[in-house]
């Protein structure tokens, strides 16, 4: 079976989301799974969901903070997210997942924790056996014509700008 990339992007809820239906799919057909999260150490409910199942593996590179601006990006930050895309790099290689999500890459590069040729260089090196999955707001348009598949969420309304917070079970 041919292989491709996917992307998720865009300013509106949805692209972890999808990308972890993806994984669902993939694993109620026997696939092997890997989640890498970039820039994310929260707990989440589908985290602990997902880790149930054998096929699947999550790697988590990012701290508990959430970065807002690139001022507030810390060494850690970059240091997790330099073992993020190493291991990343090594698993692509090898063929071991047939669905690879690279959660949130396109928001490390955005605050210079990853780099674009990187990314392309992940694209590059993707084994022929293995599904890319790349998620994250500000997907720049030389990823986004190597991608095979490319959806935009977009927002077009948002009850977080009345204030309300991530909820448990909707968000978390």
Known sequence: ???????????GKGKTTASLGLAVRALGNGWKV???????????????TLATFPNMTIRRFGTGNFIRKIENVQEIDKKLAREGYSFLKEVIQSGEYSLV????????????????EEILSLIQLKSENTELVLTGRHAPDEIIEKADLVTEMCEVKHYFKQGVKAREGIER
């Not at 999500?101 to 674009?116: H, K, M, P, Q, T």
């Open 101 to 116: 999500i690279a959660d949130e890459i396109f928001v490390a590069r955005r605050f210079g924790l990853v780099s674009s």
């Open 1 to 11: 079976m041919k292989t491709y990339v996917q992307i998720y992007t865009g300013n």
């Open 34 to 48: 890997l989640l890498c999260q970039f820039m994310k150490g929260q707990n989440y409910g589908e985290l602990r």
